[in-house]
């Protein structure tokens, strides 16, 4: 019998989604675009491929969605036209010119991420702090090595417009500026559910322990269990400290989640994969 007919591969897909299916085209992206060496990096590829659509990601590259999209099809043998879906792109466009707000918006936080990326090391949780630090009519600055696309989606469901300056290779300025407190309509499934988490099923539940394992294997481990897990499913994590990186993720997900403190160096984290939350492309 012969093999079943592969699916083109789309630029709405997760770029996670397109390395699990086709794990030789990590090597493939890499070659496309230095850009893409980030994905050799476990804990960037693990956290970051899973919110990055293809079209998203060839922005960050530099590359047109189509060409990427081509280029992919072709790498596993199909040729497919590789057009991009009508509304993929930048989720919040880039105003034109420079907005009136970037000369006299007061700018509270400033994060740099070029030597966090560098190193290999994932920069959102510390750029989400700083979005946390900042109240409408406010702003804050983000020194990156790539234009951050997929950023501004999550960024603009908390109420950011931004405007991005490329000064050079690898050197992008992004000022973020708040003009409100988010969009109410699409409130995160975390910040706003109406019941607390069940504790008390067991059956339901996969538990992890994490307590011995050194940063950044937790985090890893965490979302590599969540990845496993059906939508509705829940994981229980035994942890030695509240994992303060690892909640700005999982709201981004859309992922309700409890913790709990049992005593010195016993934390229980409880976590439920939203129906809905993540895969909703």
């Known amino acids: 019998m012969g093999e079943t007919a ?3 591969i789309q630029a709405s897909w997760k770029v996670s989604e397109v390395i699990s299916r086709y794990p030789q085209l990590l090597d493939e992206l890499v070659a496309l675009n230095p850009t893409f060496r980030l994905l050799r990096n476990p804990v960037m590829r693990r956290v970051q491929s899973r919110l990055v659509t293809v079209a998203q990601a060839a922005m960050i590259a530099g590359m047109e969605p189509v060409a990427l999209v081509q280029a992919l099809n072709r790498a596993i043998g199909i040729e497919a036209p590789g057009e991009p879906a009508a509304d993929e792109g930048r989720a919040v466009p880039a105003p034109e010119g420079v907005p009136a ?3 006299g918006a007061p700018i509270v936080a400033e994060v740099d991420a070029r030597p966090l990326q560098r190193e290999g090391r994932e920069p959102f949780s510390a750029i989400m702090a700083a979005a946390r630090q900042v109240a409408p009519g406010e702003g804050f600055r983000l020194w990156n090595t790539f234009e951050p696309v997929p950023l501004y989606d999550v960024l603009g469901q908390r109420g950011f417009v931004h405007h991005a300056r ?3 290779p690898d050197d992008w300025e992004i000022l973020f500026f708040r003009i409100g407190n988010g969009r109410a309509a699409t409130p995160s499934p975390a910040a706003t559910a109406a019941a607390p988490l069940d504790w008390s099923s067991p059956s339901a539940t996969v538990t992890i322990d994490v307590s011995g394992l050194v940063p950044p294997e937790p985090m890893i481990r965490i979302l590599e269990a969540l990845e496993a897990l059906p ?13 303060m990186h690892l909640y700005p993720r999982l709201d981004a997900l859309g992922y309700r989640h409890e913790t709990r403190e049992l005593g010195p160096g016993r934390v229980e984290l409880l976590i439920e994969k939203t129906a809905g939350g993540e895969d909703r492309s």
């Open 101 to 103: 707000w970037v000369a």
């Open 6 to 8: 592969r699916a083109p």
């Open 231 to 243: 939508p509705g499913g829940t994981l229980l994590v035994h942890h030695v400290r509240r994992p």
């Open 166 to 168: 490329q000064h050079g």
